[in-house]
């Protein structure tokens, strides 16, 4: 990471964005996309690298603010946040000049190749990207790269729940970037409902699922495209073949960082009955292992956003049947609850059917793999993540029988740490997904462009009225299909499937017939010289 100029470290106090001015902000991005100055891919970059370089510069600003909303460690910001976006921007500002390039590489039939297709890359106008209080720098920034990157402008909407990190973002977008393309308006439910009844070209919202229905609700009486980026309660299974210690050890983590306020964490573990109470027995030992004071007086532990959650939370552990077999400890006052894990022994428990998103947990006994996959279909059947732990082919069961939005074997969401990798949900859990190409993809429109030569038209004739029926035939032999498959969808291998795939026309890609037709010119040339050879 490069060293950081000096900035005020002062955190500015949360100041929402006047109502009055959020219809001339999104006006200002949109005529700012219409000046087409983002269309330049330069311009793009110098920006980017503008970003960069405020990232560098904010970074010790942001673990303090980090730190005041979240009491986030420092150690944690970087991990998660910052250096998540570095290398999110790295791979953008290494890859750009490629990703804006035309498609060219595309399937199509033939007979168009002279129309040279391709697809153009363009961005799709001024968007809106709104950003939750979890991981607040990452979640704003990251999309707002992919929106950057694309060439779109972009109004940042960050959660005012972490108020703090809005601010400095607010401060550091306005101190680097463009100050007629980019913006941070902060603010609530009123500032949100001011952004939503402006025109945009897409709306990016991270959050929970009531709230995107209302997201998505506004977006479609405009057409707005949006991606949503939502939560879910995420199983992992742990079998009898599993390492127990490592599983515990890693599902620890994967509970702890942020006080687990992770969107990917594991909100239940299936356990196999006959290891459920070694596994408890892991999980205690790692529990002393991370924090040998304890959680409340370690610096490497968060606290939860806010007094609602933190209700929200504890209610979870005062509504549930189950045993509480690992912490349990909670402090209003200090917003502190300690990783907790509670034995349950039905799938409608609380501990269960609510989305935890804090540091609480609950183990599900199950008998057999089979029974295990029920049961998480049954809870949701389209989580954001799922975690595994067990013999190759039980997880691959797993994986083949439990959807998700992405998945880790043998680690709790690991798939979610790496920076440019795609990431999203499925069904409840979202739709659409973002980090590294994706980000750029998400704020992209992919336009199919054609060129059709002049001398192109005698092909063409056949469009034109008076319809030839002598046309009509060349055209269809030339273009037609010929299946390789009979009525009952069998794919057909006798010598006619063979004979049509080497010398047919219409084949499943013009480059496939194109070769193929090639090869039979050059045979027919060869057969051709050999014969006059022959004839000399
Ligand atoms: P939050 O309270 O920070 O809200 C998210 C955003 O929604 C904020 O910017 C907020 O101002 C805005 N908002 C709230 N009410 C609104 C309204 N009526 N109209 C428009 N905007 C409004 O965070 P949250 O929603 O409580 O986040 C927790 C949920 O988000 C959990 O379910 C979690 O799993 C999910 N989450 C998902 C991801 C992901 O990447 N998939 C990441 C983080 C959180």
Same mark, same amino acid.
């Given at each position: ?14 100041? +929402? ?38 990232? $560098? ?19 944690? +910001?970087?991990? =998660? ?7 999110? @921007? ?45 991981? /607040? ?12 990157? %694309?060439?779109?402008? +972009?109004?940042?909407? *960050? ?35 001011? @952004? ?8 990016? !919202? ?9 997201? %998505?609700?506004? %977006? ?14 995420? *199983? ?19 509970? $702890? ?10 909100? !239940? ?12 027995? &892991? ?7 991370? !924090? ?27 509504? =549930? ?18 990783? $907790? ?23 599900? /006994? &199950? ?6 996959? #029920? ?72 336009? $199919? ?24 035939? #060349? ?7 010929? /299946? ?37 010119? +050059?045979?027919?040339?060869? %057969? ?9």
């Amino acid at each position: 990471m490069a060293v950081g100029m000096a900035v005020d470290i002062t955190i500015p106090a949360f100041e +929402a964005t006047p109502l009055d001015d959020i219809a001339q902000i999104a006006a200002t991005a949109r005529s700012s996309f219409q000046s087409q100055k983002t269309k330049d891919v330069e311009w793009r970059l110098v920006q980017l690298r503008k970003l960069y370089w405020g990232l $560098t510069d904010y970074t010790e600003k942001f673990q303090a603010a980090l730190k005041k909303d979240l009491n986030k460690p420092p150690h944690d +910001a970087i991990l =998660t946040e910052i250096h998540h976006l570095f290398q999110d @921007l790295d791979l953008t500002l290494k890859k750009l000049k490629d990703w804006v390039k035309d498609d060219k590489d595309i399937d199509y039939p033939w007979t168009f190749a002279a129309m040279k297709p391709r697809i153009r890359k363009e961005p799709l106008g001024a968007v809106l990207v709104i950003g939750a209080y979890n991981v /607040p720098l990452m979640l704003s920034l990251a999309p707002f790269i992919g929106a950057m990157a %694309a060439g779109c402008t +972009a109004v940042l909407k *960050p959660s005012e729940n972490a108020p703090a990190t809005a601010m400095v973002m607010k401060e550091m977008v306005e101190k680097y970037l463009d100050p007629s393309s980019f913006f941070v308006v902060n603010g609530a439910i009123p500032e949100s409902t001011a @952004l939503l009844n402006e025109r945009w070209a897409k709306i990016f !919202y991270t959050g929970n699922n009531a709230v995107a229905r209302i997201v %998505a609700k506004k %977006a479609a009486e405009t057409l707005t495209p949006v991606t949503l980026e939502l939560g879910g309660r995420n *199983p992992s299974f742990v079998s009898k073949s599993a390492d127990l210690a490592l599983a515990a050890r890693r599902l620890l983590w994967g509970k $702890t960082i942020n006080a687990g306020q992770i969107c990917l964490s594991q909100n !239940y573990v299936l356990v196999q009955k006959e290891v459920v109470d070694d596994f408890i027995k &892991f999980l205690n030992a790692s529990y002393h292992e991370f !924090y040998p004071s304890g959680p409340q007086s370690s610096e490497d532990y968060a606290r939860i956003i806010n007094e609602r959650q933190f209700d929200r939370i504890k209610k979870m552990l005062d509504t =549930t049947k189950g045993k509480i077999v690992m912490g349990g400890e909670t402090d209003r006052s200090d917003l502190y609850i300690s990783p $907790t894990v509670v034995l349950v022994d039905s799938i409608d428990d609380p501990m269960v059917t609510e989305e935890s998103f804090g540091p609480v947990w609950s183990i599900v /006994p &199950f008998d057999t793999i089979d029974d295990a996959i #029920r049961l998480a279909n049954t809870v949701d059947s389209t989580p954001l993540a799922l975690m595994t732990f067990g013999s190759k082919s039980e997880n691959a069961k797993i994986l083949d029988r439990v959807t998700s939005g992405g998945a880790t074997i043998n680690d709790a969401w690991m798939h979610g740490a790496i920076a440019t990798l795609p990431f999203g949900g499925v069904g409840e859990s979202g739709t659409g997904s973002y980090h590294g190409k994706a980000s750029f993809d998400g704020f992209t429109h992919r336009r $199919t462009v054609v060129e059709v030569p002049g001398w192109m038209d005698k092909l063409l004739r056949v469009r034109y009225a008076p319809f030839s029926p002598a046309d009509f035939k #060349r055209h269809l032999w030339l273009t037609g299909n010929r /299946p390789g498959f009979d009525r009952d969808g069998k794919v057909l291998r006798g010598p006619a499937y063979w004979l049509w795939l080497v010398f047919g026309l219409g084949g499943p890609s013009a480059k496939g017939a194109l070769l193929r037709w090639t090869v039979l010119f +050059a045979s027919a040339y060869a %057969a051709f010289f050999q014969y006059r050879k022959y004839r000399i």
